[in-house]
């Protein structure tokens, strides 16, 4: 058995198990978290979340980048086209971690120029998570199409299981 025989099998168990018809698009907690496509840092097991609680935006680094601007903003619409518009209490949660791979690349300015959508000059820094949440979480309060949102930024220790609450929305 390969790992899509075991993914599928394993789908099959969900879906005879735990399946549930009557999630909703948006989820319960009204919290979306961006964070890293690393495996150690799912966010649904270290925030013990539940199936249909939060929405996951993952990329490199679990960075706000342009790119991950637009897919929040599109989002929205998205959501907003399924029905009323949410009430207060939206969160977005930028969720980095320690041990990331994206600080193995601080001296690939050719990489991360692209990546980020700014010159060589304005890089934001990769090395240390907690200034990056602390920028992240400022790109994402300062968006004027994201309105209505609590911004907050936490770090994952991957060496303990534990988070950090760096900016608190």
Sequence with gaps: MDALDT??????????????????????????????????VDPAVVLGAEQGEIGVLRNVGGR??????????????????????????R???????????????QDRPDLLAPYFEVPEAELPGVADPRSAVA???????????????????????VGTGLVETVVRG
């Design 91 to 105: 969160h977005l949660v930028v969720l980095h971690h320690t041990d990331c791979g994206i600080t193995r690349l």
């Design 7 to 40: 993914l599928i099998d394993r789908n099959r168990t969900f879906a005879a198990t735990r399946f549930d018809a009557g999630l909703r698009m948006r989820p319960s907690l009204a919290v979306n978290v961006i964070t890293c496509f690393d495996p150690r």
């Design 135 to 157: 920028r992240d979480v400022a790109v994402l309060r300062a968006e004027p199409r994201l309105p209505g949102f609590r911004v907050s930024g936490l770090v994952y220790d």
């Design 64 to 89: 706000v980048t342009p790119h991950a601007v637009e897919q929040l903003v599109m989002l929205q619409h998205v959501v907003a086209a399924a029905g009323p518009a949410p009430g207060p209490g």
